[in-house]
């Protein structure tokens, strides 16, 4: 993921001396491009790795990220990216996986969480991530 950022940035300045800006101008926005995405690459390289887990309860599903009780507001699966937002602490939290680096686990738990009312706290496996 940080390299695919550092990789983005390197390509949009690429793509912007290719275009038909002027070269005075193209060239400081192209050395700007560069320097956001090594930037984006850099703070998300510090950011810590979020643990999600779900536990059974007679209610259902009581999510908790990084031990912190949390309440799932949605999971989205489009293409090759997951999304789960999720609400802890008041804040809003938006954690996004690659399936492929999933295991086979996750993948069903986060296709099981995308139908609402369909779960059953048994047929969970554990997510963490």
Not at 27 to 42: D, H, R, S, T, V
Not at 45 to 61: N, Y
Not at 72 to 84: F, H, I, Q, S
């Amino acid at each position: 993921m940080v390299a695919a950022l550092a990789l983005l940035g390197f390509l949009a300045a690429l793509s912007l001396l290719a275009s038909a800006m002027p070269r005075p101008a193209a060239w400081p926005l192209a050395l700007l491009l560069l320097g956001q995405g090594l930037w984006l690459a850099w703070r998300e390289s510090q950011r810590p790795a979020a643990v999600v887990v779900f536990t059974a309860t007679d209610e259902g599903l009581a999510p908790t990220l990084d031990g912190r009780p949390a309440r799932l507001l949605r999971v989205n699966l489009r293409g090759p990216v997951a999304v789960m937002v999720l609400q802890c602490d008041s804040r809003r939290r938006v954690l996004t996986w690659c399936p492929p680096t999933l295991t086979p686990d996750v993948r069903r738990t986060l296709r099981l969480l995308k139908r609402p009312g369909i779960v059953s706290p048994s047929a969970l496996p554990l997510v963490a991530g």
